[in-house]
């Protein structure tokens, strides 16, 4: 995250999933960013990533 991960950015406890992906879609429209990823843990070892693309 080009801003700051999820305490600089700020968020509501379980909602750090949408700040992340919400705030990439925005910097993708301001940069004019054809791809992005959003990554993030979800507790217990694990992680999600997501890829997204706009026309």
């Known amino acids: 995250n080009v801003n700051g991960g999820a305490i ?3 968020h509501p406890i379980g909602a ?3 700040r992340i992906l919400v705030t990439l879609l925005h910097e993708m ?3 004019d960013a054809k791809r992005g990823l959003a990554s993030l843990c ?3 070892g ?3 990533a997501l ?3 706009r026309p």
């Open 8 to 10: 600089a950015i700020g």
């Open 16 to 18: 750090s999933g949408c």
């Open 29 to 31: 429209a301001k940069r």
């Open 42 to 44: 979800i507790g217990g």
């Open 46 to 48: 694990m992680g999600v």
């Open 51 to 53: 890829a997204v693309e």
